[in-house]
C-alpha cells in the first residue's frame, strides 16, 4: 500500500475525550473514529488489525476442531422468552419493533440462538460433541460505555459454544477451549492469565475469565503469591478472621446521637472498626435483604446473589425502604427486630464477641452483641476479600490486582438445553438434554488491550502477529530520484516476497513521516536515504531504538530473520 494513497489521518494532540493509552492512540493513530457515544467506526488501519485478530481465532478454533457458523444478529423476543432472559438482560438489550409489531433485539449475546439451532439440527449422540462458533457483532447498551472499545456498545465478538452428551466430555470440550484460548492470547501478543470466574447462581459447573493485569481494568483479581490460585474477587472466598474469645457481656443499648458512620462511630466508643458489624439493605427483586458484615469489610454481591438464587435486580435500598425495615433513619440498622425478608450474616460476624450494632432505633446503637444470642440470620461467606486473606489452596496471603477481562470460558452444563428443550438421544435411544459449554473472546477489547500492553511515549508499538502492516519503507527526501526509486524497488521486492509493506511516499519531511510510523506502530522500517550511495540503507525495529545500516541486498534476508524470530510466517 503506498501511504499516498491511504486514508490515514494521524492527530498530533490528544483527544481530550479519551481517557486511556489505547484509546488516546487508537484516535491518534486514525484506527478508528468516533461516532456516538461507544460507538466506533473502524479505519482501514484498525479494520486490519481487527481482521489479523480474526484470522488468528479462526485458525486456533478451527484448529481445535470448532466449526465456523454464522447466526443473525437481529433476534426474536420469543427465544429470549423461553430462557427467560428478555426480562433478565434489561435495559442493556436493544430492543425494536418490526412494521408488524413483532419484538426483536439486537443480539447481546447468542446462547438461545445456538441452543435453538441445536434442538432443530442434533438429534442423535452420534454428532457429539460439536463445537460450533462465529465472529459478529454484538450489542449492547451499556450502563457506562467507556475508554473507547474497551467497553463499548457494539463490538465484535467470537463466540463458540460447545455440544457434549456429558459432563465427562463437555470437561474435554471445556479443556480444549482453555488450552486454544491461550493459544490464540499468546499469538496475538498478550500476556495474560486465566482466573476462576464466577458461573452464578444457576450454577455452571466452572467458569475462567482470560485476565489481562491493568491499572485501567474494571475487575479485580485476588491471587496467590506462593501457589497458582486466581480468582476474580467475585468469586475468590474470603477467610473469616478469628477473633480471640471474650466471655459474653450483657447487650447494652447506647445512645449514639448523630452518630451515623462507622468512622464517627469509631471515635465515638474509642475503638476500632474490627468491633462493628454493620448491617446494610438491599432491594433485591421484590424481597428485601439484609446483609451483615464486619464494620471495615465490603458486601460482595454476587456473592449475596448467589446464595438467594439469582436475580434480575440488586440495589442498595432507598430511605423509605430502609425506614420501613429498622424504623429509623439510616445509619442505625442492626439485625435486632429488623424487618426484612432474609438477613445474611457474615460468618465473620457469627465468630466475633462483644461487638457494636445498630438498634434499628434513630440515635442508638446496641453494645456487646453476640451472634447466637442475641440474633439468628443465614450465615455464609457474603464479603470481598481483600489483600492479605489466605489462599483457599495453600494458606498463604492473596494479593489483590486490577485486570481487564478478554475472553470468558463457561461451562453451562444443561441450563439453556433444559428450559429450551434441546435434546439428543443416547447410545440406549434414552432422550437426554445436551450438555453445553459457551466461549466468548472480545475483539476489540483485545486489540485495545494489546495497546496498553505495548506502546512507547511515540504511539503503538504491534506485535509483528497483528500488526496492520508489517513493514514501513521510507524515502527520506522525495526529491531525491534514487533514494525514490530504491524505495520503490525494496518496496515491490516485499511484497513479491509475501510481506505487509507500505511505502511512505507522500511529500512529507522524514521526520514527519518516522513520526506517523512511530504512532501507527509499524513492527519494521526502512530508511532509504542518503547512504544509499554507497549502496547503504537503514532498518529499525519499532520496539528498538537501534538502527542498524545494512547492505542494500542484505535486507530481505534481515525482514525474514526478524520473521523467524518472532515464529510468524512470510
Ligand atoms: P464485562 O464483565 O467486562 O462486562 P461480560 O462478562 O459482560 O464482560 P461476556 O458476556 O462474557 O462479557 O462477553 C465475552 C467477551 O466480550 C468479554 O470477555 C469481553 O472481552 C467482551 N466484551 C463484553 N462486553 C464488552 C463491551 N461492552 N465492549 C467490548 N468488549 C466487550
Ligand atoms: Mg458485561
Known amino acids: 500500500m503506498r501511504l499516498s494513497n491511504m486514508l490515514i489521518s494521524t492527530l498530533r494532540e490528544v483527544p481530550a475525550e479519551a481517557e486511556i493509552v489505547s484509546h488516546q492512540l487508537m484516535l491518534r493513530a486514525g484506527m478508528m473514529r468516533k461516532m456516538a457515544s461507544g460507538i466506533y467506526n473502524f479505519m482501514p488501519l484498525g479494520l486490519r488489525v481487527i481482521k489479523k485478530i480474526e484470522d488468528i481465532i479462526r485458525e486456533e478454533m478451527d484448529k481445535a476442531g470448532a466449526q465456523e457458523f454464522l447466526a443473525s444478529a437481529i433476534l426474536p423476543s420469543e427465544l429470549w422468552k423461553e430462557s427467560g432472559r428478555w426480562e433478565v438482560f434489561g435495559p442493556e438489550m436493544f430492543k425494536l419493533k418490526d412494521r408488524n409489531e413483532r419484538e426483536f433485539c439486537l443480539g447481546p449475546t447468542h446462547e438461545e440462538v445456538f441452543t435453538d439451532i441445536a434442538r432443530n439440527e442434533i438429534k442423535s449422540y452420534k454428532q457429539l460433541p ?13 450502563r457506562r460505555p467507556r475508554f473507547g472499545v474497551m467497553r ?5 465478538m467470537k463466540d463458540a459454544y460447545s455440544f457434549d452428551k456429558d459432563y465427562e466430555s463437555l470437561d474435554k470440550s471445556y479443556n480444549t477451549m482453555y488450552g486454544t484460548y491461550y493459544n490464540i492470547f499468546k499469538r496475538c501478543g498478550l500476556s495474560c492469565q486465566s482466573v476462576e470466574a464466577d458461573s452464578g447462581a444457576m450454577g455452571g459447573s466452572g467458569s475462567a475469565e482470560f485476565m ?17 490460585y486466581a480468582a476474580n474477587v467475585e468469586k475468590a472466598p474470603s477467610t473469616a478472621a478469628v477473633s480471640e474469645a471474650e466471655d459474653l457481656k450483657p447487650i447494652t443499648k447506647e445512645a449514639t446521637p448523630n452518630i451515623k458512620t462507622i468512622d464517627q462511630l469509631v471515635q465515638f466508643f474509642k475503638t476500632t472498626p474490627e468491633k462493628f458489624a454493620k448491617t446494610l439493605i438491599y432491594k433485591v427483586d421484590d424481597k428485601v435483604v439484609a446483609v451483615m458484615v464486619r464494620g471495615d469489610r465490603e458486601v460482595n454481591e454476587v456473592k449475596v446473589i448467589n446464595i438467594l438464587g439469582g436475580a434480575v435486580s440488586f440495589e442498595m435500598a432507598d430511605e423509605k425502604v430502609v425506614r420501613e425495615a429498622t424504623s429509623a433513619e439510616i445509619g442505625f440498622a442492626g439485625p435486632l427486630g429488623i424487618k426484612v425478608d432474609t438477613l445474611l450474616v457474615d460468618e465473620e460476624v457469627s465468630k466475633m464477641y462483644n461487638f457494636i450494632i445498630g438498634a434499628n432505633d434513630t440515635g442508638y446503637h446496641y453494645i456487646n452483641a453476640n451472634y447466637g444470642r442475641d440474633f439468628e440470620g443465614r450465615v455464609g461467606d457474603f464479603r470481598r476479600v481483600v489483600e492479605g486473606d489466605k489462599c483457599p489452596k495453600c494458606g498463604k496471603s492473596l494479593t489483590v490486582a486490577r485486570g481487564v477481562e478478554v475472553g470468558h470460558i463457561f461451562k453451562l452444563g444443561t441450563k439453556y438445553s433444559e428450559t429450551m428443550g434441546a435434546q439428543f438421544q443416547d447410545e440406549n435411544g434414552e432422550n437426554k438434554p445436551l450438555v453445553m459449554g459457551c466461549y466468548g473472546i472480545g475483539i476489540n477489547r483485545t486489540m485495545a488491550t494489546v ?3 505495548n506502546h512507547d511515549e511515540n504511539g503503538i508499538v504491534w506485535p509483528l502477529s497483528i500488526a496492520p502492516y508489517q513493514v514501513i519503507v521510507i524515502p527520506a527526501v522525495m526529491k531525491d530520484e534514487d533514494q525514490v526509486k530504491t524505495a520503490e524497488e525494496i518496496y515491490d521486492k516485499l511484497k513479491s516476497m509475501g510481506v505487509e509493506a507500505i511505502l511512505d511516499d507522500r511529500n512529507e519531511r522524514a521526520g514527519v513521516k518516522f513520526k506517523d510510523a512511530d504512532l501507527i506502530g509499524i513492527p519494521m522500517r526502512i530508511t532509504v536515504g542518503k547512504k544509499i550511495q554507497e549502496g547503504k540503507i537503514e532498518f529499525k525495529l519499532r520496539e528498538s531504538s537501534d538502527i542498524e545500516v545494512l547492505e542494500l541486498e542484505d535486507i530481505y534476508n534481515k525482514v525474514k530473520a526478524e520473521f523467524e524470530k518472532k515464529g510468524i510466517r512470510v
Open 130 to 142: 460439536l463445537n460450533l462458533y462465529q465472529i459478529q457483532t454484538k450489542y449492547r447498551d451499556e
Open 152 to 156: 463499548s456498545r457494539e463490538f465484535i
Open 212 to 228: 489481562v493485569k491493568s491499572e485501567i481494568g474494571e475487575d479485580e483479581i485476588a491471587f496467590c503469591t506462593a501457589c497458582e
Open 451 to 453: 495497546i496498553e500492553q
